[in-house]
């Protein structure tokens, strides 16, 4: 009986010993994977273990950095983040294929720790295709579609009065023009949200954006945190030892705080003097419905986020085209042109007046074209397998639309990419917005023969767009607004002012989640006593009518 015992002991033993070897194995053959790239995986930069694509994130600027690998490992390439795989599409057919026509599978948005204790998980740019987002989606693509926005009031509000008052402080204050446009675009989406404008940057209406969103750019750049993501016990270093933890809990309180402000003075405004045509009071009032639950919390980042989607970016365009325009005489000249025939020196030119000044059009192409706000984009995520073109996409892959590379790669349509050049747009007249679902992608954009010859590109390339406002059905809500914004402000500029550049340098850029240019020096000229008069005389009328808009 003893030997009996022994023996199955020694059994039980063996076989324990046996479940621990095969176990650690095991965990030696998931480590020794990580970091690799499976072979049916499109190609890409050589991985590390365990670590994969990791170590390069730090390629300083990382936007440039994926034009590089596209040129090296094809249009279409990716990336190992540890155990995560990352797609890149540097190729509008694949973004037409994948991101467009399979836009159920493809829209949902990465679970970024640091992004969560930025936003609070409030940020609806950021969520999963939920209920919660269509819902949020739904009333954004509502109250800023072409619609509400070109109706009377809102032209009057937007075309003459804001940019009325943008002309005036460039006469008053020409040196200030930095914070001048940053006031304006900032104004103009807190009007359309929250139903109050700014006078001035230093109030709160006039720069509060750029308060909520400080740190938020720094905080979400491509390799400024460790790989959290990847390895999640790095969530529970404690902040006294983590800086990039410390700035991203800082940042979410300081965008916190903003719009609990933002909410509370438009609730105090409207006991005091009621309600006024904005999408915050649309919805506390019950006439814009939201569709699903949300806290009161959750209300105010959605309503913060619509005014940073269109503030913000829509600033950094404008100062990169005003610093382009400074350096081109001849395309300000070619501009006026335009404008001098439909305006004179009479009036200012209005959103009526777009299909006769095309070049405005194609100036803002151009602009957003060579420098995007956001040179990376947002990623979208993938919830199944998939495949394309015999390259094997797995389900929770973050796909990647690198907006400044596509921008800057000669084969997705653009001759001489890093010149700055808005005659390449000259026979695109529609706006962006309009052409980026339409099924013929090639035509978004159609680059004819002629207009090809006539620029002295030496072959037919593919037709050129660009992808500023992301694609898909993540596609930027706000792209209306942001393309009549930059479009009225570059209109007016150039039919009041000749720009002369002072101290510019075309390489001087923020290194963050947006590529916004580092502050330069134009002078605002004035383009005669006549010009001066209008501006004052509009900008007279404009500020008795935004009076009820402090």
């Not at 590089?68 to 890149?88: A, H, N, P, R």
């Not at 509400?148 to 204050?173: A, P, Q």
């Not at 929250?194 to 006039?206: D, I, L, N, S, V």
């Amino acid at each position: 009986m003893d030997t009996v015992a022994l023996s199955q002991g020694l059994a039980s033993g063996l076989v324990w010993k046996l479940t621990v070897f095969v176990a650690f194995l095991s965990l030696v053959y998931k480590l020794s994977q990580l970091g690799r790239r499976d072979p049916r995986l499109p190609p890409g930069p050589p991985t590390l273990p365990v670590i994969g694509n990791l170590h390069q994130l730090s390629a300083k600027p990382f936007y440039k950095q994926l034009k590089k690998w596209s040129e090296q490992y094809g249009s279409v390439y990716s990336l190992k983040m540890g155990s995560d795989t990352t797609i890149v599409l540097n190729d509008r057919k694949a973004i037409h294929d994948l991101l467009d026509k399979k836009g159920a599978i493809y829209s949902d948005r990465q679970k970024e720790y640091v992004c969560g204790l930025v936003t609070h998980n409030h940020y609806f740019a950021f969520e999963d295709a939920t209920s919660s987002w269509r819902s949020q989606r739904k009333i954004a693509s509502h109250v800023l579609s072409p619609r509400t926005l070109d109706d009377k009031d809102g032209k009057f509000l937007i075309d003459w009065c804001r940019m009325s008052v943008l002309l005036l402080d460039l006469l008053k204050s020409p040196e200030d023009f930095y914070k001048h446009v940053k006031r304006t675009t900032c104004s103009v989406a807190n009007v359309v949200v929250w139903g109050h404008r700014a006078a001035t940057y230093g109030e709160f209406w006039g720069h509060n954006v750029y308060k909520a969103l400080e740190m938020f750019s720094e905080a979400m750049e491509i390799g400024a945190n460790p790989p959290v993501d990847q390895f999640p016990f790095l969530k529970w270093i404690p902040e006294r030892f983590a800086g990039w933890k410390r700035r991203a809990i800082f940042s979410g309180r300081e965008m916190n705080k903003t719009w609990v402000k933002a909410r509370t003075l438009v609730e105090e405004r409207r006991r005091e003097s009621g309600t006024r045509p904005s999408i915050a009071d649309g919805i506390l009032d019950g006439t814009i419905d939201v569709g699903t639950e949300m806290t009161s919390n959750k209300l105010n980042h959605f309503l913060g986020s619509l005014v940073e989607g269109g503030a913000d970016t829509t600033s950094t365009g404008m100062l990169t085209s005003l610093m382009q325009l400074s350096l081109h005489p001849e395309v300000q000249e070619k501009a006026r042109e335009q404008l001098d025939k439909v305006c004179g020196s009479e009036r200012l030119p209005t959103w009526s007046d777009f299909d006769q000044l095309p070049y405005i059009n194609s100036i803002v192409k151009e602009s957003v074209r060579w420098g995007p706000p956001v040179p990376f984009g947002i990623p979208h995520v993938v919830r199944e397998d998939d495949w394309y073109e015999g390259m094997f996409i797995p389900k929770g892959s973050s796909i990647f639309v690198p907006v400044w590379a596509l921008h800057h790669t000669e084969k997705n349509g653009y001759g001489d990419p890093e010149s700055y050049n808005p005659d390449r747009w000259q026979n695109h007249t529609r706006l962006a917005s309009e052409l980026a679902g339409i099924a013929e992608f090639e035509n978004r954009d159609e680059y004819s023969l002629s207009s090809l010859r006539a620029n002295r590109l030496t072959c037919l390339l593919p037709s050129p767009h660009h992808y500023v406002y992301g694609a898909g059905r993540r596609i930027c809500p706000g792209m209306h607004l942001a393309e009549r914004t930059m479009w009225r402000m570059t209109a007016k500029i150039l039919w009041a002012y000749e720009l002369i550049p002072v101290d510019v340098d075309v390489t001087r850029f923020s290194e963050g989640f947006a590529l916004s240019p580092l502050p330069y020096k134009v002078q605002f000229k004035p383009r005669s006593e006549a010009h001066a008069a209008t501006i004052e005389k509009d900008a007279a009328v404009a500020l008795k009518f935004l009076e009820k808009y402090q």
